[in-house]
């Protein structure tokens, strides 16, 4: 088969690999029906931790099951099915406890196994995934292509956005502020719309990402970013900060932003990877009593609850999906996020 | 009248003041019927913020009304009052919405106002109490002698231990530990207890705290600390951290101590002044989602609940006064706190 694999700074390539087989009786082979790039797949693109050899790229995928090891009693050949960002077993305590990310057994596409066995990435034809039945998720019959975008949505970006959301505590009567307009952030602001906030504000200075944060349901959109961008959001809600700020960048400036944007009291709830040096400042928090929550998204949990919603139509973030390629083309949907060209990648195979 | 001042590092003397009068109408005067020291009036008495002029000092106290300026409502001559240690006026939107330590008119005893008028610190035979209206809480009639000490944990300790106890979560099924044996920790293991924790274990390594803690109900005592602490908690609990980590102290060590005892998904609840260089592991708490949360207690908005409690005498946090003195052994005051041969040192007038 083909996938795409990275091979340095800015350098992805789409090429032969072994076909994936069952190698443990957990696991299901899975042909990708739909695949996109992630805004943390960038971090690595940019080379900010080259590899040592080449490894498989992509997480984010849905497709059908092939096959599945004898151990696997959820999932059957011809099952449509969402993977989860990251790989977990569903047994242990984290996981029975909704921290399905912090899994005992956690795994992550593209890496390795404790047993040294190189992970598949989501970004190809097929998909080895270990622990099938804990990880993948499969709908109640076989989707129109039409939905396909909205699930593929689930298996990361809608699913960090609700996580912010949920974390920083949207709900009805709260006033949520989105620091980021990426994907994510994008997310984010439908997840709080739908979580019933009352108000809803993006920051963002891009007229097409500003268009699609309306159409999600933003109030209100502030242009400006940093202390510009929370001194504008004070002079909206008459001196106050919102209720809840969702941070969905993970650098230095858009946690300050963050935090600046808050109200005594509130909650920053933060689904930024912190790869840009983002740090926490104690002293604000605790004068302003502002609590800090959130981080990486536990999505096998969620998705019951937002899958229902996607297949009743109700619940459709596909359009952050504004760039559809062939999967062959996977290293110019790199080079259209990573120039900010598109907003977020979808790969057909 | 006489009061307490801090002249610099260990030099806390009792000497004659002015006597208080009401210099604006939202004022009141107090006569002080109990006082007592705070963990941080400690960070003063060390000297970590020399100041420039000696200055009154102490913020924790109960007494009786003597006058009310012609602006307050809810007050009387007579009223026995307790006070939290921040001063606020109860009208603005953050006072509105429960976090009173960020009033718009913030004010603390033993600084100066906006005007630049010196504050009363709340060591002393009386005190000028700002916006009374907003700050003090008057119980329904005199209290008995021996419920003053109870009462008097009502103004700090007691409801800062409440504060770490509710930003954590501790409630029904959950299992809690608090980092740090001073009067705020011992009364976060009460408070804990008081919100249904299931299991509360205390982090203690001196016989006396120990026997306050498992009095106030801790199901469990770790002597030890640090790392060395985390690992035997999470021995405790059969390799798991706990669901709320309180931390109570606020130095680098004893909150790294709190992340390391968390389980993923779980909150710290923290109360202690960050003053040693405390800092949040970002990149920890991300990937385990692991929230922090809390801050300098806004006091006033949980006395009506807590102090039901203590009238009814079903909330008892005295046993943290283990030595009583004579106001005017103040200075005898900090140095058995700061010698460690007191845990919390009650003044008498």
């Known amino acids: 088969m083909h996938a795409a694999m990275w091979y340095g700074t800015r350098d992805v390539r789409w090429e032969e690999r072994p076909d994936p087989a069952i190698q443990l009786p957990t696991d299901a082979v899975v042909r990708v029906v739909a695949a996109c790039v ?3 797949d960038l971090w690595t693109y940019r080379g900010a931790r080259p590899p040592a050899d080449p490894h498989p790229i992509g997480h984010e995928f849905v497709g059908v099951v092939e096959e599945t090891g004898a151990a ?3 999932l059957n050949a011809g099952d449509f099915v969402i993977s989860p960002f990251s790989i977990s077993d569903g047994t242990c305590a984290h996981c029975r406890r909704g921290v399905t990310t912090s899994c005992a057994q956690l795994q992550w596409y593209g890496g390795r196994d404790r047993d040294g ?3 598949d990435g989501g970004q190809g034809r097929y998909v080895r995934v270990p622990l099938a039945d804990g990880t993948l998720v499969a709908t109640p019959g076989l989707p129109d292509t039409g939905q396909i975008p909205a699930l593929l949505a689930l298996s990361d970006v809608l699913v960090t ?9 949207a709900g009805p009567g709260r006033t949520v502020a989105v620091v980021g307009d990426g994907a994510v952030g994008l997310c984010a602001v439908l997840a709080s719309v739908r979580l019933g906030a009352e108000r809803v504000i993006a920051f963002s200075s891009h007229a097409d990402r500003q268009e699609v944060a309306t159409r ?5 959109i502030i242009a400006a970013r940093g202390d510009e961008g929370a001194a504008a959001l004070h002079d909206l809600l008459a001196g106050e900060g919102a209720d809840a700020v969702l941070e969905c960048v993970g650098n230095k400036q858009s946690m300050a932003q963050a935090v600046a944007s808050v109200r005594p009291g509130g909650t920053v709830g933060y689904v930024g990877v912190p790869l840009g040096g983002a740090e926490l400042p104690i002293q604000k928090m605790f004068d302003d009593n502002i609590a800090v929550a959130g981080g990486v998204a536990p999505v096998r949990p969620y998705l019951p609850e937002l899958l229902a919603d996607v297949l009743a ?11 559809h ?7 110019q949907a790199y080079a259209a996020m990573d120039e900010r060209r598109s907003i977020k990648t979808l790969l057909w195979p």
């Open 313 to 323: 139509g109700t619940l459709d973030a596909s359009a952050v999906f504004d760039l």
């Open 216 to 220: 999600f349901g933003a109030t209100d």
């Open 161 to 169: 956005g609700h996580h912010a959301a949920v974390s920083g505590g």
């Open 72 to 74: 696997v009693s959820t």
């Open 117 to 119: 066995r190189v992970l």
């Open 38 to 40: 992630c805004g943390s």
């Open 325 to 331: 390629l062939p999967m062959e083309e996977v290293a």
